[in-house]
């Protein structure tokens, strides 16, 4: 279940996004008390004080607008309760938000060096002070997020002792230089890695982690399935293909690859390479995660 938020909450996540050195809580949580060392400029500071009473206004102005939409929705409860429900849960957010706002403009900006920023997440933690401002869909958004947070460090810790330790242990300084940059094609490249790894590697017959995503963990399985028709011989030069960091993987042995030997480094490709390995999918943000804690 989701709640609908408000404009000026939105705007809010956004602004303490840019005002936190890690960012987002999910980049700093699992890290929290080292996090907490590093403050931000005070230049940020300054602005995102600026922000604050801007988007406190801009809330004040949603709560009006909201309780006009929730008067004249009321009328049509007849027909539907739907818009009623959605404006009232927008009055929620712009009341919350406003509180929020002028909480973090007169304390938090000053005194936190990273401050939540989802309105779920400052619910629930305000809530253990204040009972009413916590509500369930905000108790399970937190779950959720562990959950995600959790997947994410599996994912780090998988990357460092699986892939990154063997594969990387004697590159060049130019390809630390890339680690510390997040390359892109590295993290193709490992992401690949890890997916052979649990297509024909040492997890071959391992549950498929929560880490990938669903679409990633479907072509995991398929290709497994495809494995007991692959040549021996090939897969292990295939293996070795994929040891190099910037193999490519599109050639072997001084040959184009046949379609079925692309088959494993390309599963799931395509059409889903964005949804594979998109900034934001969890092994995407286990990889940053990975190249940060090894340089």
């Known amino acids: ?3 609908s938020r408000c404009l000026s909450s939105y705007a809010m996540s956004e602004l303490l996004s840019w ?15 080292q996090a907490q060392t590093i403050a931000p400029p005070l230049k940020k500071i300054i602005y995102t004080e600026l922000g604050l009473l801007v988007l406190a206004v801009a809330a004040l102005v949603e709560i ?12 049509y409860c007849v027909v539907s309760t739907e818009p009623f429900k959605f404006f009232m849960e927008q009055l929620q957010s712009s009341r919350f938000t406003l509180f929020w706002a002028v909480a973090n403009a007169l304390i938090s900006n000053f005194t ?20 009413p401002l916590s509500r369930s869909v905000d108790k399970q958004y937190v779950i959720d997020q562990d959950i995600r947070l959790r997947n994410i460090d599996h994912g780090k810790n998988f990357i460092l002792s699986e892939v990154l330790e063997e594969t990387f242990k004697q590159v060049d300084e130019t390809t630390i230089s890339r680690l ?5 094609q590295l993290r193709e490249f490992v992401i690949r890695k890890a997916m052979y790894i649990y297509i024909a590697g040492s997890k071959k017959d391992a549950e498929i982690p929560a880490f990938f995503t669903s679409i990633t963990r479907e072509s995991i399985a398929r290709e497994r399935l495809k494995l007991a028709q692959y040549p021996k011989d090939e897969l292990e030069a295939f293996k070795t293909a994929l ?28 059409e889903s390479r964005i949804r594979i390995l998109g900034p934001e999918s969890l092994f995407s943000r286990s990889f940053r995660k990975a190249c940060d804690s090894i340089l």
């Open 1 to 3: 279940m989701t709640v």
């Open 64 to 75: 009006v607008a909201d309780s006009l939409f929730i008067f004249l929705s009321g009328l």
């Open 243 to 270: 040891m190099r960091p910037e193999s490519t993987a599109l050639y072997l042995k001084g040959r184009i690859l046949r379609h079925d030997e692309k088959s494993i480094y390309n599963a799931g490709s395509n």
């Open 19 to 33: 005002r936190n050195p890690q960012g987002s809580e999910e980049e700093w949580l699992t890290t929290a008390h």
């Open 112 to 131: 936190t060096n990273h401050l939540l920023t989802h309105e779920s997440s400052a619910r629930d933690f305000i809530g253990y002070i204040i009972t």
């Open 180 to 184: 510390k940059q997040h390359d892109y």
